[in-house]
């Protein structure tokens, strides 16, 4: 079974820096692309950011491009975002999802996630 568990969201101030992890569990980790989504209240899940099963591209949302570094280590089975230059409007809960195949921007793609971590940021 898989499982995919986020960790290291919480409150920053604008302009702060977050990094946030997610272990996966119960999958040949080197064969599934990652992504990054998060969800706003009262707002649709985004596609933040995504990342090849060999870590060798990344694709990146328009809002987040510049700030925002997607990475893997498919030694710790973990996959990684780091979050500069923060932003009110960056606040939601973020998610990651695996998808056993090549990457996508659309959550409806994606075959696991984990369970989500806050992200606020204040003005």
């Known amino acids: 079974q898989v499982q995919l568990a986020e960790s290291g969201g919480g409150l920053v101030q604008a302009g702060g820096s977050l990094r946030l992890s997610c272990a996966a569990a119960?999958?040949?980790?080197?064969?599934?692309?990652m992504a990054w989504f998060r969800q706003a209240p009262g707002k649709e899940r985004q596609f933040v950011a995504a990342?090849?099963?060999?870590?060798?591209?990344?694709y990146y949302a328009d809002s987040v491009k510049g700030r925002f570094t997607i990475s893997r280590d498919n030694a710790k089975n973990t996959v990684y975002l780091q979050m500069n230059s923060l932003k009110p409007e960056d606040t939601a809960v973020y998610y990651c999802?695996?998808?056993?195949?090549?990457?996508?921007?659309?959550?409806?793609?994606?075959?696991?996630w984990g369970q989500g971590t806050q992200v606020t940021v204040s003005s």
């Open positions: 990342i090849t099963r060999s870590g060798g591209s990344t």
């Open positions: 999802a695996a998808r056993w195949a090549r990457y996508s921007d659309s959550d409806l793609q994606y075959n696991y």
């Open positions: 119960g999958v040949t980790f080197s064969t599934y692309s």
